[in-house]
C-alpha cells in the first residue's frame, strides 16, 4: 500500500516566517504534487514535480517554492508566510500522472 | 486550460436512495477522468475512475458514465449508506504535449449526507 506522509499535521506559524512543508513517498513515485484545499474553491494546484530536480508550476504558484533534491521527497516553501495562505495542504504522488495517492494534509494558520 | 465544472455542490438523500454528481470539462483532450472520495478530516482516495475509451465502469454500487462529445462524465451512488457521507471530487487529466505528462484539473467538490 503506497504511503504518502506528510510531516505535520498542524501547523502554527506567524505572518513573514519561512514556513516548509515536507511530504514523502514509499513507492518509487515520479510524480509529485501540492495542492492546497479551500473551502468551494476544490483542490488547486500549486507546484508538480515529475522529476528529482524538475518542478512545473501549477494554477497558484505565488508566494510558494518547492525543492525535490530526492525521489522520495518534494517539499513546499512558504518563502514569507501571509494569513492568505492559511489552508489545508495535500500533497500527492504518482507513478504515470494517472490515479493520486494523497497524504493526509498539513492544516497550516498564518497568524 | 482545463475548466472542470461540477454539481451540485451539495447533496442530501435518504438512506437506500441514489445519489448523482455531475462534472463538465473543457479540454477535448482530457483522456482520464478520477473520482474521489474525502470523509471528514481524511485524505482524499480515489474511488473509481475512467478512460476516454469507456462509456460506463462500474464497481459493486459505484458507478461513472462519460459522454465524450458532450464533454460530461457523473458518478452515481446506488442504495446509499450512512458511510457514503463525504465530499466527492471529479477531475479530469489531459496530457501536455510540450512536457510529455499530465495535468489534473479538479472539480470543486460535493458534500454528500445520507440521511438515516
Known amino acids: 500500500d503506497v504511503k504518502v506522509t506528510q510531516s505535520s499535521r498542524y501547523l502554527v506559524k506567524r505572518t513573514g516566517e519561512k514556513v516548509f512543508l515536507e511530504c514523502v513517498q514509499d513507492m518509487d513515485h515520479e510524480n509529485m504534487f501540492w495542492y492546497r484545499q479551500d473551502p468551494g474553491l476544490g483542490l488547486r494546484l500549486i507546484y508538480f514535480?515529475?522529476?528529482?530536480?524538475?518542478?512545473e508550476k501549477g494554477d497558484i504558484p505565488e508566494g510558494y517554492s518547492v525543492s525535490r533534491e530526492k525521489k522520495e521527497r518534494f517539499s513546499l516553501i512558504l518563502e514569507s508566510a501571509s494569513t492568505n495562505q492559511t489552508s489545508m495542504y495535500l500533497c500527492a504522488s504518482s507513478r504515470t500522472g494517472y490515479g493520486y495517492t494523497f497524504g493526509s494534509g498539513t492544516r497550516l494558520t498564518v497568524v | 486550460g482545463e475548466n472542470v465544472e461540477q454539481h451540485p455542490s451539495t447533496l442530501s438523500v435518504q438512506e437506500g436512495d441514489s445519489a448523482v454528481i455531475k462534472c463538465t470539462y473543457s479540454?477535448?483532450?482530457?483522456?482520464?477522468f478520477p473520482w474521489y472520495k474525502q470523509e471528514l478530516g481524511k485524505r482524499p482516495q480515489l474511488i473509481i475512475d475512467?478512460?476516454?475509451?469507456?462509456g460506463e465502469k462500474k464497481d459493486q454500487r459505484i458507478a461513472v458514465t462519460l459522454n465524450k462529445t458532450a464533454k460530461h462524465f457523473s458518478l452515481h451512488i446506488t442504495e446509499t449508506q450512512p458511510e457514503d457521507s463525504a465530499v466527492y471530487f471529479c477531475?479530469?487529466?489531459?496530457?501536455?504535449?510540450?512536457?510529455?505528462?499530465?495535468?489534473?484539473?479538479f472539480g470543486t467538490g460535493t458534500k454528500l449526507q445520507v440521511i438515516p
Open positions: 514535480s515529475y522529476d528529482v530536480k524538475m518542478k
Open positions: 479540454d477535448s483532450a482530457s483522456n482520464y
Open positions: 475512467i478512460r476516454s475509451n469507456v
Open positions: 477531475a479530469a487529466t489531459a496530457p501536455v504535449r510540450s512536457g510529455g505528462y499530465q495535468k489534473v484539473t
